[in-house]
């Protein structure tokens, strides 16, 4: 199973006073830059990385902050970007082809 997914079944599962945001994601920091590069080479893609101006409220960090995550549920990712990545890439691939045919023309 998918770490959202036992994210989401552990804070089902929860007793009924932990509730509120519980932030889910992967405490790894990355930039969007190196996300990119890494999608373009785990595909094989040709598109070129396109710089535009960070909106004004954009956030510096992406990293959330899971220690409720942690304490409250007992969920922490297990799934690293690589991993992920391949899997979404195969769904895609598998479920979407045509999307995979449009970024190879881009």
């Given at each position: 199973m998918d770490?959202?997914?036992t994210a989401l079944i552990?804070?089902?599962d929860s007793p009924?006073?932990?509730?509120?945001?519980?932030n889910l994601g992967n405490p790894s920091e990355f930039?969007?830059?190196?996300?990119a590069e890494l999608v373009i080479e785990m595909t094989g893609s040709n598109s070129e990385i396109v710089y535009r101006d960070?909106?004004?409220d954009d956030p510096q960090q992406r990293r959330p902050d899971i220690s409720f995550a942690k304490s409250a549920i007992g969920w922490a990712p297990k799934i690293e970007?690589?991993?992920?990545l391949t899997k979404t890439i195969a769904y895609f691939r598998e479920e979407a082809p045509?999307?995979?045919?449009?970024?190879?023309?881009t």
């Open positions: 770490d959202l997914i552990a804070h089902m009924d006073d932990i509730s509120g945001p519980v930039t969007i830059k190196q996300l960070l909106p004004m970007l690589r991993e992920g045509e999307i995979e045919a449009a970024m190879a023309i």
